[in-house]
């Protein structure tokens, strides 16, 4: 048996991994990726908070699972570009030699930093035949601070569209000249260059492929480009790089009288000139001494009048106090440069100023000049050679710039502008001379990319050679950036994490790491971060601390969160124990690495813990004089750009780890072991991202993971007292930081209005909507999430100007469409465009109605179509995501142990067979959506099934045999023997469609697609309650045996004035109190109706759990010992799945509250009948049928073997059969499964059983005659009303009225404002006549509406969903109902034909054609006549009489004995069939493997007469 029960992940010994390959394994196919939020519109790009990515994603919050609300898409979809203010391209322009890399004796002095707005950023667009994917902003990805080159981002992806977002700010942050050591003589190396902003979108054509890249032969090792003058050198070797680092220029005889400035941000006041004293002639500027002050000066005088954002100067290190200059044209530099360079003619730095103010006012030709003097001087002067590439790239001449940077890369690999300049250019679209346009050519940019790489970086990230702190993260961004390259080229998102996993490893790495032997590990950075969140929120007796300090051989009583107050070097203490400790952690989080729940204020103190060693830096950062002292940050180091970059890569992988779909790797490598990729791992990378560069985007993303996270776990407050935080509170943490930061950040609005929809502040959330659009008005998704929260406030009408203008913006986001679908639905608005889906007729952008031209033609159209296919879009997206998860997860083997764990005995030779047959599919390569494969709901439906095989084993030993068992053994072996299987912690959240359960009822979808949306919401449900950190280690007590009472639990967010309680109020107090005990559970706070005053006296005990946890609720249901628990919800508002999902109880059903499936693994029975839920609608009985074909086929009928070893006794919810709907085993009724109460709380007194028949009816069509009068009194008294009080098959209805002359149709205004769309439908498909004809009255109170329902002739029901409630309110009244069973399987279309045939007059009232329906009413209308009669007090009354009035006149004398409404005899039927369902699962126990119920279900018989009183069938 194995030591944990988790559903497996490969050992090291299983695999193929090679410890010294690669750091993210790859397999043959793709993944699970980690639990995530369900993505509402992927193809959006990410957003980037200044100049790093933060990513922020946008989704649908919790409500989905309600069942008639929309769900707010806020918390797990990605968003769109946030983009309040274009930004320009910029190219770098050197002003002056760049300092020399390896010296590491530099000064920075920050120059000029001109502030922008975050998310500045322009688009353009490349596409891909293999894969589309959305390009992040380039100048977060390439260098924090550099120009926009980069051509894509390796996470994101789209299969519909990409972008390049180009953001370059000016406040960059190279260093300039005047950040340069106090040293400017003759050997100085390359200064910054300086850069030119130009608006630059460009597009690139759809049709452009990353295989037609230029693979042209440019120059990249030496080989000359064409067009281009000039022989390049050879690749030099290390020797010859060295070499380069030192120019051969002639050391200047001057000498540096100024001081050395200190680092700054902020634009500083200019130095006043020099003054010459007095006497001195113009020679002066003769001496070296006034030349280089004079050219400090002019530098500041560039610096200052220079507007281009992103130009940057240098000058020699100048006075700071020297005073201020006012601002100085252009011409008055451009004299004194000239004078400068009129005394000193030879002086390259003067020259280089010079090109750099003649490129800045547009000078190209005169800038040109300047570069080429100095070329001329020293031809190997790269910084001239790149300034005159800028001028070759203005003029447009892109192959000599090219070729002009290509050759000082060549000159100095170590130059850093020269590389971003020539990477903007292979990576961006041009335009060649003849207007054509040329793909980017990435290819070419990986080549230059590889070759500066391969001289500064073996393969495994060490250095060659010496890089100063102050430009790592230069060649960290080149990392990334090469990264990036990769993943587009290769147009996989993976191919390009070791790249990233190297950028990151060369900032956590102290200097030395050659040296060491055994360098860190991005995965040792990981654990680490992940040891100290857990120190920080987890008490000091905390077992799971405890075994960490043992594993790190601390001292457990000295592990406390004291330790992060000291100068501990936690990456060494996880380095030397990584493999033990990884597999403490492993444990802990079930296969991946325990969540670990930070507030704000706790992850950006992470550094400081994690690198406490280091002085709070990032250890490439420090320096030490040897090996005994500490570490120090290096002289002059100004960690900023470092944390900026590091932080991107971060956020980088942080996305790639989270997002859905992109599953191929699954894991990270940790010295020979595996940390599976999970939402724990992502929320790592956050911390670490956030803590080196807060940022509001940033904050956003957290806070969206949190939200649907349901872990919870303690933290110390600011009194230092430790209190509860869950994921829910920790996201309103998080998106309230972020709105600090920038409180008109569009993406956090949103998902906090979304966080505060969902908690019921919805005036609030409106607020935050609308500010949220203030920021940004076509933001698609705070549109999409306003309509839906207007909507559900019931102002249907002011949402959909929303949702189309959300759709203006995103047309095919799906929460809009199925928003928009379901907000017209509501109001019968079948204007623009409503079309049909189905086999329904259709409706055109004219309000036009036609039929189709055959009953097999079912192809969507309008609006509807489009809500139709983009949900089969989404259904079958989640078969390629989860495609290789049991691979994943485990070996064949492994899994095969799980099933001995649940089992408790080796599985047989048959058994092993069979589980070996259905594992090994997951094992082969085929299309997943093709087959119908699920393998994430194989692997959650496994961990329930053998959950289930446990409890039954557990319930078998304590109460079926005498046997001694373990289980009264000592608490830990007993506590193996029983324990759960969990499920994995890597494997991701389920993805759920936009189209929600309950909106499916009144649609024509087929079968199929409403049990797969069932089937996913309850997948996503599983998850959340298997992997809750709460569930105890071994299953759950199952009850005794019910010998004395059998325990009934009900379960509901309904139990006050709803109609769920109107029918069932007399259920609870009807109950055999010597045989039944009940239990209610209530999910919703009272609302001090009579209702819940009722129910909370007639049970036995009330529990109002409703502002109570999960767990408590579980843990409440598992101490009462409920036997059956009813779940009275389903996928309805306010319903508690949740709880059903944790299995609190041994058998689970489904009763009344949702007409449908579950298609849950936590759902035993559904309660129906044969009308409403045909047997052959239940998977289960379709399955048991072929079981017992197979029997008798192979005659092992009456063989119990032949019945065990199947490896799941499950049907498919995923199965291609489109012919069965329901999941679930069937608890058929014999009469109807719909109870109802009227008989006793709706009686009226002229009815009552001592008065005869004949009074009876008399008095009835008296009080109908009146009330008729009342409610209209401008009807002639013998109009036929027909009446509908739900949703509506208004042509039908309209063909009735012309059919009846004369006749109205009577409807409500719910919603009131679907009166104006039916009249303007009734005027186009009826004319003027008909309309007139269609009445409405306002919606009335339950009483009234039950009394005045009399009025109607007859009712009409509609078809996709039928009348429920509504249906029994009319019978009771005494009027007919005209129903049409209109779907063979689909219960919610059948259930009026259930309520009409319990009355014992079903076959009146039931048709089954539309043609007939119309027949039948006019039928019915045109059968009443009237007459006048003398009653037996002498007065003349008008009596009824026909078909329909007869029909009536039995209704009413006959409803007492119709079981319709006979309460005590479905109470009575409903506790026959719990008591024969538990018999059947007690007697299941005996082998807890078995198939025993071999019919598919349960059905219950009656054993009173039909009509005990003589009632005609």
């Known amino acids: 048996m194995p030591a944990s029960p988790i559903v497996p992940a490969v050992s090291p010994g299983e695999s193929s991994l090679d410890p010294e390959g690669p750091y993210f394994l790859a397999g043959s196919v793709k993944t699970t990726s980690a639990p995530l939020p369900r993505t509402a519109d992927s193809y959006r790009g990410l957003y980037y908070e200044d100049s790093f990515p933060s990513t922020p994603l946008t989704s649908v919050s919790a409500s989905s699972f309600s069942g008639d609300t929309s769900a707010s898409v806020a918390h797990s979809s990605f968003t769109s570009v946030y983009d309040p203010s274009p930004a320009s391209t910029q190219y770098n322009l050197t002003s002056y030699p760049n300092q020399a890399l390896l010296t590491g004796d530099s000064n920075l002095w920050p120059r000029h930093s001109h502030s922008v707005e975050h998310g500045n950023m322009s688009t353009s667009r490349i596409t891909s035949p293999s894969a589309s994917l959305s390009i992040p902003n380039l100048q977060s990805l390439l260098h924090a601070h550099s120009t926009p080159y980069l051509p894509i981002s390796p996470h994101e992806r789209d299969h519909s569209r990409m972008g390049i977002y180009s953001s370059q700010h000016p406040s960059h942050s190279f260093p300039s000249l005047l950040e340069q050591p106090a040293s400017l003589n003759r050997h100085a190396q390359p200064f910054n260059i300086l850069r030119r902003t130009s608006s630059n979108t460009t597009r690139v054509p759809q049709d452009a492929s990353l295989q037609g890249l230029a693979t042209h032969n440019w120059p990249i090792l030496g080989v000359p480009a064409q067009g281009v003058s000039g022989v390049y050198q050879p690749q030099m070797n290390q020797a010859s790089f060295r070499e380069s680092l030192h120019p051969r220029h002639q050391p200047s005889n001057s000498i540096n009288i100024y001081r050395e400035l200190p680092p700054q941000s902020a634009p500083r006041p200019s130095p006043a000139p020099p003054i010459a004293p007095s006497g001195v002639h113009s020679g002066f500027l003769g001496t070296t001494i006034a030349r280089d002050a004079f050219l400090v000066y002019a530098h500041r005088l560039y610096n200052n009048y220079t507007s281009t954002p992103g130009l940057t100067s240098v000058s020699h290190l100048s006075d700071p106090d020297a005073g201020t200059i006012s601002p100085t044209q252009p011409g008055q530099l451009l004299g004194l440069l000239s004078s400068i360079q009129a005394q000193h003619p030879r002086h390259l730095p003067t020259l280089l100023l010079l090109s750099c103010v003649q490129f800045s006012i547009g000078d190209y030709a005169k800038c040109a000049e300047a570069c080429n003097k100095i070329l001329n001087i020293d031809p190997n002067y790269v910084e001239a050679m790149s300034n005159l590439g800028m001028v070759m790239r203005a003029k447009g001449a892109n192959r000599d710039a090219e070729a002009l940077w290509l050759k000082a890369i060549k000159l100095r690999p170590g130059y850093w502008d020269a590389i971003d300049n020539l990477l903007h250019l292979l990576c961006e679209t041009q335009r060649t001379p003849t207007g054509s346009t040329q793909s980017p050519r990435y290819t070419d940019a990986l080549a230059l990319l590889d070759y500066v790489l391969s001289v500064f970086l073996r393969e495994d990230g060490l250095l060659l050679v010496f890089i100063s702190p102050i430009h790592l993260h230069r060649l960290q961004n080149l990392l990334h950036t090469s990264g990036n390259i990769r993943s587009t080229i290769h147009a996989d998102v993976w191919a390009g994490l070791h790249d990233h996993v190297r950028a990151l490893e060369l900032m956590f790495r102290p200097p030395g790491s050659v040296e060491s032997g055994v360098p860190l590990q991005l995965s040792d950075v990981i654990l680490a971060t992940t040891v100290i969140g857990l120190l920080t929120n987890h008490p000091p007796d905390s077992a799971l601390l405890k075994k960490i300090a043992d594993t790190l051989g601390v001292e457990p009583s000295a592990f406390t969160q004291r330790m992060l107050e000291r100068g501990i070097d936690w990456l060494t203490l996880v380095q030397q124990s990584s493999s033990r400790l990884l597999d403490v952690l492993l444990q802990e989080g079930g296969g991946a690495l325990p969540i670990v729940l930070l507030t704000p204020e706790s992850a950006l103190r992470i550094p400081s813990a994690l690198f406490s060693a280091f002085s709070h830096k990032l250890p490439a950062l420090c320096t030490r004089a040897s090996f005994e002292d500490m570490w120090r940050p290096a002289p002059d180091v100004n960690d900023t750009d470092a944390n900026r970059v590091t932080s991107t890569v971060l956020l980088t992988i942080a996305k790639l780890f989270q997002d859905p779909g992109q599953s191929k790797h699954s894991y990270l490598s940790s010295r020979g072991k595996r940390i599976p990729r999970s939402i724990s791992l992502t929320i790592i990378f956050y911390y670490l991202a956030l803590s080196l560069q807060p940022a509001a985007s940033t904050y956003n993303n957290m806070g969206i993971i949190f939200y649907s996270i349901k872990h919870s776990s303690s933290a110390l407050n600011v009194h230092g007292h430790r209190q509860l935080i869950t994921g829910i509170t920790l996201a309103e943490l998080y998106y309230k930081k972020g709105l600090s930061i920038d409180n008109n950040h569009p993406h956090l609005l949103t998902n906090y209005a979304s966080l505060l929809k969902d908690q019921g502040r919805t005036l609030e959330a409106i607020g935050m909507y609308q500010k949220a659009l203030d920021a940004k008005p076509d933001f698609d998704i705070a549109l999409a999430n306003l309509a839906n929260v207007i909507k559900d406030s019931g102002a249907i009408s002011k949402s959909i100007a929303y949702y189309q203008r959300a759709l203006l913006v995103a047309p095919r986001f799906p929460d809009v469409i199925c928003g928009y679908v379901n907000a017209l639905s509501a109001i019968c608005d079948w204007r623009w465009g409503r079309g049909s889906i189905g086999n329904e007729p259709l409706v055109d952008v004219k309000l036009r109605f036609s039929f189709r031209p055959n009953k097999g033609d079912r192809v969507p159209s309008g609006w509807m179509g489009d809500m139709e296919i983009i949900s089969k879009k989404q259904l079958i997206a989640a078969y390629s995501a989860g495609t290789g998860t049991v691979r994943a997860l485990g070996t064949v083997e492994s899994w095969i142990q799980v099933v001995r764990h649940a089992m408790d005995v080796e599985p047989n030779i048959n058994q092993r067979r069979r589980w070996e047959i259905t594992l090994n599919v997951f094992y082969t390569d085929f299309d997943r959506a093709q087959k119908a494969v699920n393998e994430v709901a194989f692997v959650i439906h496994l961990v329930e099934s053998m959950n289930q095989v446990v409890q039954r084993r557990l319930y078998r030993d304590l109460y079926l045999t005498s046997a001694p068992r373990i289980i009264s053994g000592p608490e830990e072996p007993r506590k193996r023997h029983y324990e759960r299987v969990r499920l994995p912690g890597s494997l991701e959240a389920p993805t759920i469609p936009a189209l929600l359960p309950f909106h499916c009822f009144t ?151 949702y007409t449908g499936t579950s298609a849950a693994g936590w759902c035993d029975y559904l309660v129906g009948d044969d009308r409403a839920s045909p047997r052959e609608a239940f998977g289960p009985f379709r399955m048991a049928k072929k079981r017992r074909r197979a029997r008798v086929s192979l005659g092992l009928q009456g063989n119990p073997a032949a019945q065990e070893g199947l490896p799941i006794n499950q049907v498919d919810p995923e199965s291609q059969e489109g012919d069965w709907s329901l999941t679930e085993r069937f608890l058929h009724f014999p009469h109807s499964y719909f109870v109802t109460d009227h008989r006793q709380s709706f009686r009226e007194d002229h009815c009552h059983k001592r008065f005869s028949p004949e009074h009876i009816w008399s008095e009835e069509e008296r009080l109908r005659y009146s009330l008729r009068k009342e409610i209209f009194p401008d009807i002639p008294e013998d109009t036929v009303i027909f009446a509908c009080f739900s949703q509506s098959a208004f042509y039908h209805w309209l063909r009735i009225l012309q059919r009846v002359p004369g006749s109205i149709l009577w409807l409500l205004r719910f919603p009131s404002a679907g009166e104006e769309h039916l009249m303007r439908t009734a005027l186009a498909w009826g004319g003027t006549e008909v309309a007139s004809r269609v009445r409405f009255t306002d919606v009335a109170p339950k009483e009234t509406h039950i009394r005045r329902c009399r009025v109607a002739d007859l009712a009409l029901d509609t078809f996709q969903c039928n009348a429920h409630t509504t249906a029994t309110d009319v019978i009771w009244s005494g009027t007919p109902l005209l129903t049409l069973p209109k779907e063979p399987f689909k219960m919610c279309s059948r259930v009026a034909s259930s309520i009409v045939f319990a009355t014992g007059f079903g076959k009146s009232m039931v048709v089954y054609d539309e043609q007939s329906y119309e027949d039948r009413a006019v039928a019915l209308a045109n059968s009443i006549s009237y007459r006048l009669e003398e009653n037996d007090q002498g007065r003349v009354e008008r009596r009824g009489a026909g078909e329909l009035m007869e029909l009536r006149r039995n209704l009413i004398l006959h409803r007492d004995q119709m079981p319709l409404f006979d309460t005590p005899r479905w109470t009575r039927n409903f506790e026959k069939g719990l008591e024969e369902i538990w018999k059947r699962w007690a007697d299941s126990c005996h082998s807890p493997l078995s198939n025993l119920d071999d019919e598919g279900g349960v059905t219950i018989t009656d054993d009173d007469p039909f009509f005990s009183e003589g009632l005609p069938s």
């Not at 069932?1014 to 950190?1029: D, E, K, M, V, Y």
């Not at 609190?1144 to 509250?1153: K, R, T, V």
Request: hydrophobic content about 40%; some cysteine; charged content about 20%.
């Open 1003 to 1153: 649609y024509a979808l087929d079968e199929r697609v409403h049990r797969l949306v069932a089937h996913r919401n309850a997948l996503r449900i599983s998850h959340l309650a298997l992997t809750a950190p709460w569930l105890p280690e071994t299953v759950y007590m199952p009850p005794p045996p019910p010998v004395q009472k059998f325990n009934i639990g009900y379960v509901s967010s309904d139990f006050n004035n709803h109609p769920l309680s109107h029918l069932m109020l007399s259920v609870f107090r009807l109950h055999e109190r010597s045989r039944f005990t009940v239990f209610a559970y209530a999910t919703s706070a009272s609302d001090n109706s009579y209702y819940r005053r009722r129910i909370e006296e007639d049970v036995d005990f009330f529990n109002d759990v409703s502002s109570n946890s999960t767990e408590s609720i579980v843990n409440q249901i598992v101490s009462d010992q409920i036997h059956v628990l009813v779940n009275l919800g389903g996928y309805t508002k306010g319903a508690r799945n949740d709880i059903f999902a944790a299995r609190p109880c041994p058998l689970q059903i489904s009763l009344m509250g």
